[in-house]
């Protein structure tokens, strides 16, 4: 792999996603850069991670309370500061949660008192913070609400839409587009580039209502189980690092992992029912 990703090179004609693709190398680890943290503010951020787990609607100044708590005297800027650079918001009731993005792209949620019945029906995206031994990165999912099955991931150093964008036509690819798609009412989402793909290829857009913390909940089980089965107990050392083992954990979780909430069987066992 190493070897691959050596051939890897900007003087090119070919652009760094054909390169990529040729050499059969994932792109996000072509990409990374050591993030310009501190190791103090790595490992803040670290705790923060872990502690927003369980703890989703604390703010700032209760992540500040909890830092105190394990050591650190940090002002309620830099929490702020590190909360937005994790992409980490409080979950509550808020008077404009539409300036997360553009009011305009933001659509309603289309999930309650619907049930779901056939893969493809529902799909639910979403974007989280993975720490690193030396750095983090962030991790985009698409989950099958009805199989709970992961139909397309990638990592990134950053929270653009393209990158979203990218793992959402990864999904369509290999497994046919869903009728609905759900997500939160980020940037990444409420934006021309994302709204503009779902409206022309006729895929319903919901979006969690305001507060909800339960609007999301099959793919924020999913980054709990990624956390703590799996990120906190092996921090990669790079890019390349993270995505080999995310790749095992993602192929553990589809195809071996039994789930209590289908039943106590595999998501590939349901999720099959599509092909």
């Not at 933001?106 to 030396?134: A, F, S």
């Not at 339960?214 to 709990?224: K, P, S, V």
Request: proline letters at 3%.
């Amino acid at each position: 792999m190493e070897e691959r990703r050596a051939l890897i090179t900007r003087d090119e004609q070919l652009s760094i996603r054909r390169q990529c693709e040729l050499a059969c190398v994932n792109r996000s680890s072509v990409y990374y850069q050591p993030v310009v943290e501190s190791q103090e503010n790595l490992d803040i951020m670290r705790l923060i991670d872990e502690h927003y787990l369980d703890y989703p609607t604390h703010g700032v100044l209760q992540v500040q309370d909890f830092l105190k708590t394990k050591g650190y005297k940090v002002n309620h800027k830099r929490v702020r500061r590190l909360l937005r650079r994790m992409g980490v918001m409080a979950i509550y009731p808020k008077k404009n949660l539409s300036r997360l993005g553009n009011a305009k792209y933001i659509y309603p949620y289309l999930l309650k008192g619907l049930k779901v019945v056939r893969p493809n029906q529902v799909w639910g995206i979403d974007i989280t913070y993975i720490p690193m031994q030396h750095g983090f990165m962030y991790l985009t999912a698409i989950i099958d609400h009805y199989s709970r099955f992961v139909v397309s991931w990638d990592i990134s150093n950053s929270l653009d839409a393209e990158n979203v964008l990218s793992v959402l036509k990864q999904a369509i690819a290999k497994y046919g587009q869903p009728e609905i798609i759900n997500s939160d009412q980020g940037s990444q989402f409420t934006c021309a580039l994302w709204v503009d793909y779902l409206r022309y290829n006729k895929i319903r857009i919901s979006m969690d209502g305001k507060g909800r913390a339960l609007d999301n909940i099959y793919i924020e089980r999913l980054w709990r189980t990624v956390k703590q089965d799996y990120v906190y107990l092996n921090p990669a050392e790079d890019g390349l690092d993270l995505y080999k083992g995310l790749k095992e954990f993602f192929e553990y979780y589809n195809y071996e992992k039994f789930h209590q909430g289908i039943g106590r069987i595999r998501p590939i066992e349901l999720f099959k029912k599509a092909s």
